[in-house]
């Protein structure tokens, strides 16, 4: 039995929109609504989606640098949800977070050394000297050559300042990162070279990673599970090749059939979803996939589909797939 | 058959005269578009492909100059144009399409109004003809609605409704060349299928040449039917996109195409080939071979040496004295 590092339960997160003269919230932004799932040590777990899914806001909460709405978030069986910021520090030694934008999320007033010292100032973790030592040591892990600890986040082209965000994420040796959108905003040849540290930290350091990712390609190669989100759900979730050879939610496979296919041989159908993703304000009732499913029926709208055990752990939220894998769908008329 | 050529650039270069020195953004680029083709134009950030486009409409800003070469449209070259004659091409004759939808359109205009904009300046009609083209065209890119959604501002469209309506600003005057410079990358995945979709249903409808703008190469593969890889400032491989995918020849191309992650492979987990290092600053560009630092097969003549642009097989250019043997596999 693999050990959950991590379990998210009925998770919830909304945010107030505010209006009139006494800034009261009028509506509710449902960014992540009612979203359960597991980590499980030294595993990949990914979750994909669309911008407005939710994925990023999922990442913050689980890490409390956004207090959830509902639910329990619980890490290595305790369980976090209500803790308060002292309680929490001790534990955020262990849960790290890289972030997407490497020039937005580091100081660009302090040197590197300083920025990868940081969170050992913060725990307090040795003296002065053993901290300069750790620093070093994090630097070359990632990468970096320790003459450049004392230059600036400015000096840095943006793979090597991702790199320096990694090191300050694993310099005090945790045991789960949120990496959200590490390789995003990376050039090509630069996102491999992160993609390539980021595994090879795994194995030396036996991480966990939840990944946050749009790109479906760099999503396969990293990770164990993935989980599908759209509008604040989750869809499915299942091991990798099994979402890329047998995705069941339709919506995954109008996600995955929408993928550009590097080989100009290859002439796939795909499956063209029509409008735009409905606003989280007001989702739509029931299935919040159902305004753009081909296959919605009268039940989408009526019945919000739960995210079940369809067999060895592959989870889908559709009312048209049963036990086993089997799918009923039907098109519109 | 061979179509008949639309556009030739000609050792095009524009640069850059920044106080820091001279950046060679395009550096000598040489490229041909025939009627109603598609050239993928491919690289990173860096390697000219936005300013190359740029300097094709003769847009591009101070302190950027043009620095010799030949831009040949029909058969004229636009570089000798006058500003006025340049305005007239621009929106008619050649459209453009921008990344960002939302700093392209005008926020205090409505989506009509600058649609009808560019009706209005560029064919002979009335207002009242304009605006029914104007929805006409709305309709044709698949905005729902299209005479509500004439009345409305860019803030109140989603990124893909504002990426349609910027196409239908492009198409409305039917050029023969339209720029697309990553026109689908601020959009999500599902969303980018429908904007490529539609514009390869107006491609063919229109009859229209584009030049197509990525740094993706998955969306060259979809799109393009020629391939122009760019690596600071200069064309590093021109071939047909089949060759260019089956058989990269240029150290670059076959280096970015093996470290993209596969979607067939089942080798995941595993480390990616990537290249090695990074691009290098412009204000000091390597001697030589200008990706020589980075590549695996550089010898002392390639970093001495500028290869030059060399065709290895009938209309398959590279620019590189070691071109790569057995690409077999390459492509995923």
Redesign the interface.
């Known amino acids: 039995m693999k050990k959950s590092i991590l379990e998210v339960k009925n998770l919830k997160k909304y945010f107030p929109v505010v209006g009139g003269v006494f800034s009261k919230p009028i509506a509710w932004v449902k960014a992540v609504d009612d979203i359960s799932f597991s980590i499980f040590e030294g595993e990949t777990f990914s979750l994909v989606g669309e911008s407005g899914s939710g994925k990023t806001t999922t990442g913050k909460t689980i890490l409390k640098l956004i207090k959830p709405t509902a639910g329990q978030i619980i890490a290595e069986d305790i369980d976090i949800t209500n803790f308060s910021a002292s309680e929490m520090r001790p534990l955020r030694r262990d849960m790290q977070i890289i972030f997407q934008d490497p020039y937005g999320s580091l100081n660009p007033r302090l040197p590197v050394g300083e920025i990868i010292r940081e969170p050992l100032v913060v725990h307090r973790v040795g003296n002065k000297k053993e901290q300069e030592e750790r620093v070093v040591e994090a630097m070359q892990v990632v990468g970096l050559r320790p003459g450049y600890l004392h230059r600036y986040p400015h000096e840095f082209s943006g793979g090597q300042r991702q790199r320096i965000g990694i090191a300050r994420a694993i310099v005090l040796n945790p045991k789960f990162i949120v990496a959200d959108e590490p390789v995003s905003a990376l050039d090509a040849s630069i996102q491999s070279q992160v993609l390539n540290l980021l595994m090879d930290l795994q194995q030396k350091l036996s991480l966990t990673y939840l990944f946050i990712a749009h790109n479906l390609a760099v999503v396969r190669h990293v990770s164990d599970r993935i989980g599908v989100m759209y509008l604040g759900k989750l869809m499915e979730i299942t091991d990798t090749m099994e979402l890329f050879n047998n995705p069941l939610h339709p919506y995954t496979q109008a996600l995955l059939s929408a993928i550009p296919i590097p080989d100009p041989e290859i002439k796939k159908e795909r499956i063209i979803l029509a409008g735009d993703i409905p606003s989280p304000i007001n989702p739509p009732s029931g299935c919040v996939f159902r305004t753009r499913c081909i296959y919605a029926q009268d039940i989408c709208a009526e019945k919000t589909p739960q995210l079940v055990d369809i067999g060895n752990g592959h989870f889908t939220a559709c009312h048209f797939v049963k036990k086993g894998g089997k799918t009923e769908f039907t098109k519109k008329s | 058959m061979e179509k008949e050529l639309l556009l030739e650039v000609k050792n095009l270069k524009t640069y850059f005269y920044t106080d820091d020195g001279i950046v060679k953004a395009v550096d000598g680029i040489n490229l041909k578009l025939h009627k109603s083709e598609v050239l993928g134009l491919v690289g990173?950030?860096g390697c000219g492909k936005s300013v190359a486009s740029l300097s094709v409409l003769r847009l591009v800003d101070q302190p950027g100059k043009n620095a010799g070469g030949e831009i040949i449209f029909k058969g004229e070259d636009l570089l000798k144009k006058s500003e006025e004659e340049m305005r007239k091409i621009r929106g008619s004759e050649i459209a453009m399409i921008f990344q960002e939808p939302m700093t392209a359109l005008n926020p205090v205009y409505t989506i009509g109004d600058q649609v009808m904009e560019a009706i209005l300046i560029h064919q002979d009609v009335n207002e009242e003809e304009a605006k029914k083209k104007t929805i006409e065209m709305l309709d044709l890119v698949g905005i729902?609605d299209p005479k509500k959604r004439f009345n409305e501002y860019p803030h109140e469209m989603?990124g893909?409704?504002r990426q349609r309506a910027m196409i239908a600003m492009a198409m409305s005057c039917n050029p023969d060349l339209l720029i697309s410079d990553e026109a689908t990358t601020a959009l999500?995945?599902?969303?980018?299928?429908?904007i490529?979709?539609l514009m390869k249903d107006l491609q063919k409808r229109i009859d229209t040449a584009i030049l197509f703008i990525t740094?993706?190469?998955?969306?060259v593969?979809?799109m393009?039917d020629t391939v122009a890889v760019a690596y600071m400032g200069k064309i590093v491989e021109y071939s047909s996109?089949?060759n260019i995918?089956?058989d990269p020849r240029h150290p670059y191309t076959y280096?970015?195409?093996k470290?993209?992650?596969?979607?067939i492979s089942?080798k995941?987990?595993q480390?990616?080939?990537?290249?090695?290092g990074?691009?290098p600053s412009p204000y000091s560009m390597p001697k030589g071979c200008y990706f020589h630092p980075?590549c695996p097969f550089a010898t002392d003549e390639c970093r001495k040496n500028i290869p030059e642009l060399k065709e290895i097989e009938p209309g398959h250019l590279v620019r590189c004295f070691h071109p790569v043997e057995n690409t077999k596999g390459v492509?995923?």
């Open positions: 990173e950030s729902p989603s893909g409704m999500d995945v599902t969303i980018q299928a429908q490529l979709e740094h993706d190469l998955a969306l593969a979809e393009a996109v089949k995918f089956k280096g970015l195409l470290s993209i992650p596969s979607l089942k995941t987990k480390p990616l080939p990537a290249i090695e990074m691009i980075r492509s995923k």
